[in-house]
């Protein structure tokens, strides 16, 4: 058994939704679809989501929201007649979706999960009802009655265990199970909402939930490219890539999956295959627990920016127990979490997500360090990209870090930071957001280029 997930793109339009009917019904083993909301049709369009939640947010505001309501509801009924289907799945949308915005939104942030999550929850009634319409028997199953259990954490649900052994029943329905992502139910019945592109999470959780032979994740891109495709022109495609390098470069700026969104299928030890709707014959990339290291040291490159640094400098600092604990005291006192540490003897830098900032007195905290800990220096460096390499192979191969600084010593790109992680499957660099593309370009020539292949 497979389980299928189908991003927004490949759901915009009717015609997306024939192609997605066309790659359910060539493979036996697709049994249970799990769709998004539909998303952008062009590119300066809207996703349903999106509109979802302004309509929520305005009816919360005492706004009138009818305008609003026309143009979810005009997606749903384009596609509708673009698939000749009969007004019977639309009226059923309408009620279901006004009956949702009617409801009781005395507790704010439990009506806007609800409202969010109708999206999803529509367009997979609406799925459901072309697939039979075409002749392919299939059933839309919520995730309330299919039991997927989370925490009560709105906009960012994580499933609760028990909730495995209740999908496993998915495996009993006859039909193609067409199954809404995004969301699911707390234990108290309320709609709980995952972080964004929670629909790739919701995926994840099924097959892990039926013990599938496959997650099939089906977008708009061929494959996972080596580097972002907007910084470097026709990069090389991957063709086979583990969870572990997957998270690292979720992390640092890939956008085919949320960082978090595969760990149900980690933890199975389910294979996930990454397809491209447009373009199904192709084989894309597959992401497994473990592969072999046969393309050199490097799997792919990513970048993201909005960052800054402190660094901390006292001399014997390695000698005083609990120095780099009293340091984060600190930024916690001020709700501040920090992303990278690198070290030395008598220095350190604590890397943060710029955002982190915002609203706060940098001079009170690091004032505070200064006089707390006595430091002889400590400076604030905002503006830093983060680049992170990344690569199984890097654990077996001599002379990659001096490679890497190297090229980006040749192209003219200062690094204001350097970090190995522990494991040795990544590294990261620290640059100017300026320097940003160019490190990524200089970093793909020296370990993408036919010369060092």
């Known amino acids: 058994m497979k389980v299928v997930k189908f991003g927004g793109s490949s759901l915009a339009t009717g015609s997306q939704l024939e192609k997605v009917l066309e790659i359910v019904k060539e493979d036996a083993k697709r049994k249970i679809i799990v769709v998004s909301a539909p998303g952008k049709r062009y590119e300066d369009d809207l996703k349903v989501t999106d509109l979802l939640i302004a309509c929520g947010e305005k009816k919360l505001a005492g706004e009138e929201i009818g305008d609003l309501i026309d143009t979810i509801l005009e997606r749903y009924v384009n596609i509708a007649k673009e698939l000749d289907l009969s007004n019977e799945i639309i009226t059923k949308i309408e009620e279901d979706l006004l009956a949702v915005l009617n409801g009781d939104n005395t507790n704010k942030n439990a009506y806007l999960e609800a409202v969010k999550a109708c999206g999803e929850d529509n367009n997979a009634k609406l799925v459901a009802y072309f697939f039979n319409a075409k002749g392919v028997k299939a059933v839309y199953v919520n995730p309330k009655d299919a039991g997927l259990i989370v925490s009560d954490d709105p906009g960012n649900a994580q499933v609760l265990p028990h909730s495995y052994d209740r999908l496993y029943s998915l495996r009993?329905?006859?039909?193609?199970?067409?199954?809404?992502?995004?969301?699911?139910?707390s234990e108290k019945g309320d709609v709980i909402t995952f972080?964004?592109?929670?629909?790739?999470?919701?995926?994840?959780?099924?097959?892990?939930?039926?013990?599938?032979?496959?997650?099939?994740?089906?977008?708009?891109?061929?494959?996972?490219?080596?580097?972002?495709?907007?910084?470097?022109?026709?990069?090389?495609?991957?063709?086979?890539?583990?969870?572990?390098?997957?998270?690292?470069l979720s992390y640092a700026g890939f956008s085919v999956f949320h960082a978090e969104a595969l760990i149900p299928a980690y933890r199975a030890g389910i294979p996930v295959n990454v397809k491209n709707t447009n373009n199904p014959g192709v084989p894309g990339t597959r992401i497994v627990a473990s592969r072999n290291n046969t393309n050199g040291p490097v799997i792919g490159i990513a970048n993201d920016k909005g960052f800054c640094s402190i660094y901390i400098s006292k001399y014997l600092m390695n000698r005083e127990v609990g120095f780099a604990r009293r340091i984060l005291s600190i930024l916690e006192e001020f709700q501040i979490s920090y992303e990278h540490m690198p070290s030395g003897i008598d220095d350190l830098t604590i890397i943060l997500r710029e955002e982190q900032l915002a609203g706060k007195s940098e001079q009170e905290i690091t004032g505070r360090i200064k006089e707390e800990l006595q430091t002889e220096e400590i400076v604030v460096e905002h503006n830093l990209a983060l680049i992170m390499v990344v690569g199984e192979g890097m654990r077996h191969n001599v002379g990659t870090t001096a490679r890497a600084t190297k090229a980006l010593a040749d192209a003219g790109v200062n690094i204001e930071m350097i970090n190995q992680g522990s494991s040795e499957v990544s590294m990261m660099f620290g640059v100017k957001e300026p320097m940003a593309k160019k490190a990524v370009k200089a970093l793909y020539a020296e370990f993408f280029s036919q010369k060092s292949l």
């Open 195 to 248: 972080s964004r592109s929670g629909s790739d999470i919701t995926g994840a959780i099924l097959a892990n939930g039926v013990k599938a032979e496959l997650y099939e994740n089906f977008t708009d891109v061929d494959a996972v490219y080596s580097v972002n495709p907007s910084i470097v022109s026709s990069p090389k495609e991957i063709k086979e890539l583990t969870y572990r390098e997957m998270r690292e």
């Open 172 to 185: 009993d329905y006859e039909p193609i199970v067409v199954f809404p992502g995004f969301f699911g139910y």
